[in-house]
């Protein structure tokens, strides 16, 4: 999925500053936590199809911002697309076409990626609990060589700096099961059912 990091940025971006393209009515403001809500078949089928559409145009906007050559350039590049209805409003009209929209489209990747995350970090699961007791253990024994005074205080330093990647590690662990708890199982029973095809998607 090595491209995929650069579209995922863009639709991002691009949702931030403008969100939906303009219509004859005011668009509803996006509901929170979108990427939480259950997943459809017929959501992700239609993002299937239309993801491509999306990652052409995206991929020609890459181009250009290339083109220009320098970080500041992209800065520049991103802020005016961004601001750009024109530009939404053409890939909304591409999408429509494919049987989607932007405003069905964004939630439908939001939700298929965030699924996709919560499916690898289950299948990471035992192999990280195996992880953090094993840290827990090495925790003891360095908390342990603190109070011991024949431990030089350069040692103790570098064993300060150990214990709070550990408890870093720890911390992020526990804020991923978190967040990742959100995830309705159907969406994640979902996309085990086509993972191959969308990896496949998304790493071409």
Same mark, same amino acid.
């Given at each position: ?14 949702? $931030? ?67 750009? !209805?024109?530009? $939404? ?42 992880? $953090? ?26 064993? !300060? ?25 159907? !969406?994640?029973?979902? $996309? ?13």
């Amino acid at each position: 999925m090595r491209r995929f990091a650069p579209v995922a940025l863009l639709l991002l971006c691009i949702f $931030i500053f403008c969100g939906a393209p303009p219509e004859s009515e005011a668009p509803q403001p996006p509901a929170e936590d979108v990427q939480f809500q259950v997943l459809t078949a017929g959501e992700l089928q239609k993002f299937v199809t239309a993801f491509p559409i999306f990652r052409a145009e995206m991929e020609k906007k890459g181009e250009e911002w290339e083109k220009l050559g320098s970080g500041r350039a992209f800065t520049d590049w991103l802020q005016t697309y961004a601001e750009s !209805n024109k530009d $939404i409003a053409e890939l909304d009209a591409k999408l429509k076409a494919a049987g989607t929209s932007w405003d069905e489209f964004v939630p439908a990747m939001a939700k298929t990626t965030v699924a996709m995350i919560a499916v690898m970090m289950d299948s990471m699961r035992t192999s990280m609990k195996e992880e $953090i007791e094993g840290a827990q253990e090495d925790m003891a024994e360095l908390e342990a060589k603190l109070k011991d005074p024949s431990v030089s205080e350069q040692e103790k330093s570098m064993i !300060n700096a150990q214990l709070e990647m550990i408890k870093g590690m720890q911390e992020s662990m526990k804020a991923q099961d978190t967040a990742y708890a959100k995830v309705p199982q159907q !969406n994640k029973e979902l $996309i085990k059912e086509h993972w191959d095809a969308l990896t496949d998607m998304f790493g071409e």
